[in-house]
């Protein structure tokens, strides 16, 4: 008998994160209009790293913010130990997207870099990827006020 890794599963209106063993797998919900807007992988040439909406910003925060709270979540990052691993994001100001970079992957994704609902990062990188995403919403309502 195999025992299963504990899990623990994240949810609000736009974002759906559950923590697996050593990895975390954020997927951006469809919009109320059935668009799956949640997530870029960045342009080529920028290395590792994905791309956020702005609009999306705010909840996504608040859905990595919820998953850090939960008991569970603490004892499965504190299990793995934690790394900073993500630089300054960067906002593009032509697409309104976030760009941090950093540990991730895209299972869903083919090759180059298009559209893409679901990314997974580090358990271990969670805490920065959080604090990364804060210095991001506050940057970006210098560039688009609110």
Do not use: K
């Amino acid at each position: 008998m195999t025992v299963q890794p504990e899990q623990v599963t994240t949810v609000n209106a736009e974002w759906s994160i559950t923590l697996v063993g050593d990895h975390a797998d954020i997927h951006a919900l469809p919009t109320a209009t059935g668009e799956s807007d949640g997530a870029w992988q960045p342009r080529a040439g920028h290395g590792d790293g994905i791309g956020i909406p702005l609009v999306r910003l705010g909840s996504l925060i608040d859905a990595v913010q919820a998953t850090l709270a939960d008991p569970t979540a603490r004892e499965l990052i504190a299990r793995h130990g934690e790394q900073p691993a993500w630089s300054r994001p960067g906002i593009d100001r032509t697409e309104r997207v976030v760009y941090l970079h950093g540990p991730v992957s895209v299972p869903d994704a083919g090759s180059g870099y298009g559209l893409t609902s679901r990314f997974q990062v580090p358990v271990q990188t969670l805490r920065q990827l959080c604090t990364r995403l804060r210095g991001a919403a506050a940057q970006s309502t210098t560039v688009w006020p609110r």
